[in-house]
């Protein structure tokens, strides 16, 4: 079993950074892919961004491509989600997720561990 453990969440103002951390514990794959998904009041839960295994390859959503950077520290076994220029429609609360793999995966469906989740809040 893997624990997944979301931290770096606050408030925030419009335009101000975040560094989400997501860090891992238990029977971690050596190949292991992990994602960032969002979810807002009254919205459903949406694709952030993923990063395969090795760090090499990654994939945001269209709404967060530029601002948003996804990594990973795997002698830490953490991965990372750096926001930039955070907008008031980034406020959600942010889950990390987790899978063996070695390609990227974008769908709720496909990650078998997740995290209980972050708040992030956006003052205008």
């Known amino acids: 079993q893997v624990q997944l453990q979301e931290s770096g969440g606050g408030l925030v103002q419009a335009g101000g950074s975040l560094r989400l951390s997501c860090a891992a514990s238990?029977?971690?794959?050596?190949?292991?892919?992990m994602g960032w998904f969002r979810q807002a009041p009254g919205k459903e839960r949406e694709f952030v961004a993923t990063i395969n295994w090795s760090g090499s390859s990654t994939h945001y959503a269209d709404s967060v491509k530029g601002r948003f950077t996804i990594s990973r520290d795997n002698a830490k076994y953490t991965g990372y989600l750096q926001i930039d220029n955070l907008r008031p429609e980034d406020a959600a609360v942010y889950y990390c997720?987790?899978?063996?793999?070695?390609?990227?995966?974008?769908?709720?469906?496909?990650?078998?561990?997740w995290g209980q989740g972050t708040q992030v809040t956006v003052s205008s």
């Open positions: 997720a987790a899978r063996g793999g070695s390609y990227l995966y974008y769908e709720e469906y496909e990650y078998d561990y």
């Open positions: 238990g029977r971690i794959s050596p190949n292991c892919a």
